[in-house]
């Protein structure tokens, strides 16, 4: 796996989209966590290969795709998971407030994009949190 999404929602779904279309990865390099199996069912359709389930997989970079009230209830599952790499597009969520639920070293980015961003002609700022640096803000953007 090259990347899991944690949320499968709206813009969780675009950013998918937008990283197969592009070519950063295939599908099958790609996992989706969603509590929902009618959400995971449709996000299957579509997306061949397309791993879906309801907890993170260890030691898989992740997006943090969820509502900003969901963020803490899904920290410590992905805390667990240890991925170097977490990317938060959770509006209003602050990094330290990312990073004090997930292992010391685990690189944290924070990314606010913006709502034409689901039909792909949107813009995002970034920021790195304390244990992010160069090589974990190439990745985010």
């Not at 997006?63 to 803490?72: M, T, Y």
């Not at 599952?77 to 959770?90: D, E, G, K, N, Y």
């Not at 330290?96 to 689901?118: F, K, Q």
């Amino acid at each position: 796996m090259k990347l899991q999404m944690i949320g499968g929602g709206k813009m969780g779904e675009a950013l998918l989209g937008g990283l197969v279309e592009r070519g950063w990865a295939d599908p099958t390099e790609l996992h989706v966590v969603e509590p929902s199996a009618d959400r995971r069912a449709e996000l299957s359709t579509g997306n061949a290969g397309l791993s879906l389930g309801d907890a993170p997989i260890d030691g898989v970079d992740a997006v943090i795709a969820v509502k900003p009230d969901i963020v803490a209830a899904v920290l410590p599952s992905l805390s667990a998971a240890a991925p170097s790499r977490v990317l938060s597009i959770a509006a209003g969520v602050r990094a330290d407030t990312i990073e004090s639920g997930l292992p010391p070293s685990t690189a944290v980015v924070r990314c606010m994009p913006n709502t034409p961003s689901l039909v792909g002609r949107g813009a995002a700022a970034i920021a790195a949190g304390s244990a992010a640096g160069d090589d974990d803000l190439a990745w985010a953007e």
